[in-house]
């Protein structure tokens, strides 16, 4: 595929997108946009000031953006099994009591994964006709029995976990590729990510596997579920040669500006093939940028912290909606929506009823993108397995506070969760216990939550009453699903996974050695 200047392609897709004649019905098709902790900042519709995202500017501008929409978790995995579960970590079992209050994910040696019971969208989509496919990063566990594959995806081009390493492939194996359910190669050794310049050719295949996919199904005439989980944005940072040393925000901002040509070719293809108006497209992030990794990380904007936080900057997500002929351009929705609301949403759309047998978190956002409604509903701030706050409206209490331990922060010369940031009593490294008498922040007024509404105030006694009412509520009726993030073992960790013997690749497994997770943050 020849790259088009980003400009131009901008310019292309306005021609496009306005000549475009094809008529197209029956079932509509999904495509999902995920990226790996890109920032609510990160793109120029939302204030970025180098203005280097021309291609979701565009979208944005011919859909509809969505300030205030959140994941569901600050973290990539927990985040992920909500999306594609319709339900909170708390529920479908992403998350760890190895001790209160602490993030976990998916590393190569984590035993657990989405569990069995856990319906999710791929699979009831399937069931009702779709071909669906995964591209880029599942995170959900890399155990065999947890891939795609086996959860209502009938393609994959990707990994199960995120790209670190390199790794020598003896005290820790190098990270696979698949190809559907088998190992095509790993990270550094057939994939190459070169951590001394960035440069990797990852993102250019990732764009190609997802119009290569639109281009068969426009022809079957299948509807589809495409999932784009792409993470160069994640740490260590990779982008093409083409794209190496374009961005005055450097290395990140290259991996930006690459992903903004990405989706700009999807979108494209959809044109292309005669499908974009019975396509949903939405583009969103699993949790807010890493600003523990400063300039190598990205913005939040105006919230307060980042990734792994339950402030603003942790989980309030970059998000867009685009589906022509069906989502009046140019629309700014102030709906409190979540990544779960997708799983509700895109089963609405399709005519597909929710399951009837499990609390299920997500809401439809149909009134919302065809007939511009706003839906009343709260929105829960998570870390492991403690409710750390809520937001109702404008409105946020917090009932525990704090950004990330000692034991991690090392008394000032470790990993920050708030550089540069620091409000009294509340970016603290110690978990502070507010249940009691929660702070309450109007997100309105102070969206960087640096301003305690007085408790003595007439607003913070007539919100938080509500507020309370709602939390207890919400607790009393919850039912936590089986941790599955607490027991680690080497043994389980990417050594033979299933096609290595093709390949040659097999590596010796160690002797078991289950134990508790370690979890700092």
């Not at 974009?276 to 300039?295: E, I, L, Q, W």
Request: charged residues 20%; negative net charge.
């Amino acid at each position: 595929m020849d790259k088009l200047e980003i400009t131009e392609l901008a310019e292309k897709m306005k021609i496009i997108n306005k000549n475009n004649q094809f008529n197209d019905g029956g079932k509509p098709n999904f495509v999902i946009l995920l990226m790996d902790d890109m920032g609510w900042g990160d793109l120029g519709v939302f204030g970025e000031p180098n203005k280097e995202t021309p291609n979701l500017d565009q979208m944005a501008a011919e859909g509809m953006l969505f300030p205030d929409f959140y994941s569901a978790n600050p973290l990539c995995s927990p985040s992920r099994a909500a999306l594609l579960s319709g339900r909170l970590p708390i529920r479908n079992g992403f998350y760890t009591n190895n001790m209160p209050g602490r993030n976990a994910y998916t590393p190569q040696n984590i035993v657990g994964g989405i569990p069995d019971y856990e319906i999710l969208l791929p699979e009831l989509l399937q069931q009702n006709g779709y071909r669906n496919k995964i591209i880029g990063k599942w995170h959900l566990g890399h155990q065999p029995h947890y891939h795609p594959l086996k959860h209502g995806f009938d393609e994959w081009f990707g990994s199960p976990n995120c790209h670190f390493g390199p790794y020598d492939d003896k005290t820790t194996p190098n990270i696979p590729i698949y190809r559907d359910a088998y190992m095509i190669g790993r990270y550094f050794e057939d994939f190459v990510i070169d951590i001394k310049t960035g440069e990797s050719n990852l993102t250019q295949m990732y764009i190609k596997e997802a119009t290569d996919f639109i281009e068969k199904q426009s022809k079957t005439g299948q509807p589809f579920f495409l999932y784009w989980a792409v993470d160069a944005t994640h740490e260590p940072l990779y982008a093409s040669s083409s794209f190496l040393g374009t961005s005055r925000r450097g290395l990140y901002g290259d991996a930006v500006r690459e992903l903004d040509y990405g989706v700009g070719q999807i979108l494209m293809a959809l044109w292309t093939f005669g499908i974009a108006k019975n396509t949903f497209v939405f583009f969103s992030s699993d949790n807010g940028a890493a600003t523990y990794a400063k300039t190598q990380g990205g913005s939040n904007g105006p919230f307060l912290c980042g990734k792994q936080t339950t402030f603003e900057g942790g989980s309030r997500e970059p998000s867009i909606a685009f589906w022509p002929s069906h989502i009046k351009s140019g629309q700014i929705s102030f709906q409190t929506g979540s990544l779960m609301d997708l799983f509700s949403t895109l089963l609405d759309l399709s005519n597909i009823s929710l399951p009837a047998d499990r609390p299920i978190d997500g809401i439809s956002l149909k009134d919302v993108l065809l007939n511009g409604k706003t839906i009343e509903r709260p929105i829960f701030y998570y870390r492991g397995d403690l409710l750390m706050a809520v937001r109702v409206g404008q409105y946020k209490a917090h009932l525990w506070t704090w950004s990330n331990s000692w034991s991690e922060f090392k008394n000032g010369s470790g990993v920050d969760f708030c550089p540069g940031e620091n409000v009294v009593e509340v970016t603290t490294h110690d978990q502070k216990n507010h249940t009691l008498q929660p702070l309450l922040f109007d997100l309105g007024a102070d969206p960087g939550e640096k301003y305690v509404i007085k408790p003595t105030s007439p607003v913070y006694q007539k919100h938080m009453p509500s507020i309370i009412s709602i939390v207890k509520e919400h607790l009393a009726n919850l039912v936590p699903g089986v941790p599955q993030l607490n027991l680690c073992d080497d043994a389980v960790m990417n050594w033979a996974p299933p096609g290595c013997e093709k390949l040659g690749r097999c590596l010796p497994i160690p002797k078991s050695n289950p134990s508790k997770c370690d979890w700092p943050h």
